[in-house]
């Protein structure tokens, strides 16, 4: 595949039948931008990459289905999926997938790594037939020739025989989605604790304790995972170190009895990965960026969780032997057993002592923190 890094204005290429006044995009990341948006590209021409990323919902789903938000509906208007949409905010700052330290597999795209980088991602969707429903690259490149601004874009791009070669324009297509999901719009790195960093404001008391609790290397869990940079007050934290763990996650048998996938099935994570064939790694699952966390729940890769404060407690309940701790708040029944129950990260999950019920509200309140400022409103809703 061609690496595109051409401003599309002025290249004085051909085009193609059918686009002769069309005005090519003058950017890459515009063109994606338009691509993000385009219910064209699915198969009932309902859903686009925006529908599952919403802008205004820190790039996640916001609609309800019979499953609530736990997982999406797909373009067909029936199908349901059996993980949660991920935000695709900060989503650029994961490496490629890769095997790092102690043969650590970290980074990729999607709950398990599968797409490598984010124009791999992107295509995904597009021929995934509970979500967006398209069968072939081909049958996307047809729906990217309609559009006389994208064949222009196209032709710019790869040269006057772009609608000539569908698997060339879907991943150019691809390529400029990933380039929009690269621009600041989906990093701004605005959320209060960016601001308190940056000595702009000073936080709560409460907050303050949820920050010293989730940097301590003594009292909580947290940064184990959730921390990218060295420094505690480096400034654009992600807040994931972006390797792959399993926590016990308890399988979301409420989506699974309204969206077709047996109750006895086993999402295997990681090992579900193509690239992975190692049964250590099974039941494993990307650690997610804590940006936003505040506002992009249901949680973890099932949306089995519909509170935050409920998964602060789930961590707890390793470090806790008091039985209050061992009930989840949202069922008021013990925690259900986990999916995969043999490859724990019991090392990272016992790690630090109980929390009482101040520290565990100092946690959440910390997490409220990292929510990006044109979302700060979502945290009353």
Same mark, same amino acid.
């Given at each position: 595949?061609?690496?595109?890094?051409?401003?599309?204005?002025?290249?004085?290429?051909?085009?193609?039948?059918?686009?002769?006044?069309?005005?090519?995009?003058?950017? @890459?990341?515009?063109?994606?931008?338009?691509?993000?948006?385009?219910?064209?590209?699915?198969?009932?021409?309902?859903?686009?990459?925006?529908?599952?990323?919403?802008?205004?919902?820190?790039?996640?789903?916001?609609?309800?289905?019979?499953?609530?938000? =736990?997982?999406?509906?797909?373009?067909?208007?029936?199908?349901?999926?059996?993980?949660?949409?991920?935000?695709?905010?900060?989503?650029?700052?994961?490496?490629?997938?890769?095997?790092?330290?102690?043969?650590?597999?970290?980074?990729?795209?999607?709950?398990?790594?599968?797409?490598?980088?984010?124009?791999?991602?992107?295509?995904?969707?597009?021929?995934?037939?509970?979500?967006?429903?398209?069968?072939?690259?081909?049958?996307?490149? =047809?729906? @990217?020739?309609?559009?006389?601004?994208?064949?222009?874009?196209?032709?710019?791009?790869?040269?006057?025989?772009? !609608?000539?070669?569908?698997?060339?324009?879907?991943?150019?297509?691809?390529?400029?989605?990933?380039? +929009?999901?690269?621009?600041?719009?989906?990093?701004? +790195?605005?959320?209060?604790?960016?601001?308190?960093?940056?000595?702009?404001?000073?936080?709560?008391?409460?907050?303050?304790?949820?920050?010293?609790?989730?940097?301590? &290397?003594?009292?909580?869990?947290?940064?184990?995972?959730?921390?990218?940079?060295?420094?505690?007050?480096?400034?654009?934290?992600?807040?994931?170190?972006?390797?792959?763990?399993?926590? $016990?996650?308890?399988?979301?048998?409420?989506?699974?009895?309204?969206?077709?996938?047996?109750?006895?099935?086993?999402? *295997?994570?990681?090992?579900?990965?193509?690239?992975?064939?190692?049964?250590?790694?099974?039941?494993?699952?990307?650690?997610?960026?804590?940006?936003?966390?505040?506002?992009?729940?249901?949680?973890? *890769?099932?949306?089995? +969780?519909?509170?935050?404060? #409920? !998964?602060?407690?789930?961590?707890?309940?390793?470090?806790?032997?008091?039985?209050?701790? &061992?009930?989840?708040?949202? #069922? $008021?029944?013990?925690?259900?057993?986990?999916? !995969?129950?043999?490859? @724990?990260?019991?090392?990272?999950?016992?790690?630090?002592?109980?929390?009482?019920?101040?520290?565990?509200?100092? @946690?959440? =309140? +910390?997490?409220?923190?990292?929510?990006?400022?044109?979302?700060?409103?979502?945290?009353?809703?």
């Amino acid at each position: 595949m061609k690496t595109v890094i051409l401003t599309l204005l002025g290249l004085g290429l051909a085009q193609p039948m059918g686009a002769e006044t069309a005005t090519p995009y003058d950017t @890459l990341e515009a063109w994606g931008e338009a691509l993000f948006f385009d219910t064209n590209l699915s198969a009932n021409r309902t859903q686009a990459c925006a529908t599952c990323h919403s802008p205004d919902f820190a790039f996640t789903d916001p609609r309800e289905t019979a499953a609530g938000r =736990a997982v999406s509906l797909g373009d067909d208007g029936v199908s349901l999926g059996d993980r949660n949409a991920p935000t695709a905010a900060y989503a650029r700052f994961s490496p490629p997938f890769q095997q790092g330290e102690n043969s650590q597999w970290k980074g990729g795209q999607f709950h398990d790594g599968r797409a490598g980088g984010l124009a791999d991602q992107a295509k995904g969707p597009p021929l995934n037939p509970i979500e967006m429903g398209m069968a072939t690259a081909a049958d996307v490149a =047809a729906r @990217l020739a309609e559009n006389p601004r994208y064949a222009a874009t196209l032709t710019a791009l790869t040269g006057a025989d772009a !609608v000539a070669d569908p698997e060339e324009m879907f991943n150019v297509a691809a390529d400029a989605i990933a380039a +929009f999901e690269a621009t600041p719009e989906f990093a701004p +790195f605005s959320s209060k604790y960016d601001r308190f960093l940056r000595g702009e404001i000073k936080l709560s008391d409460q907050e303050e304790l949820g920050r010293v609790l989730f940097f301590s &290397q003594q009292f909580t869990n947290c940064n184990i995972c959730h921390q990218l940079n060295a420094a505690p007050l480096a400034l654009e934290e992600t807040f994931s170190n972006y390797e792959y763990h399993n926590i $016990g996650t308890p399988p979301n048998l409420a989506a699974r009895a309204l969206n077709g996938v047996a109750p006895g099935h086993i999402d *295997h994570g990681l090992l579900d990965n193509p690239a992975i064939t190692d049964p250590a790694q099974d039941g494993k699952f990307k650690v997610p960026t804590l940006r936003n966390v505040a506002v992009t729940g249901p949680y973890m *890769h099932n949306g089995v +969780f519909a509170d935050l404060r #409920t !998964v602060v407690l789930f961590y707890n309940k390793y470090n806790s032997r008091r039985p209050a701790r &061992q009930i989840n708040p949202e #069922t $008021g029944s013990t925690w259900a057993a986990p999916e !995969v129950p043999g490859t @724990l990260s019991l090392t990272e999950l016992e790690h630090g002592p109980p929390l009482d019920d101040a520290r565990i509200d100092a @946690l959440v =309140a +910390f997490l409220e923190t990292l929510t990006d400022a044109r979302y700060e409103p979502l945290l009353t809703d």
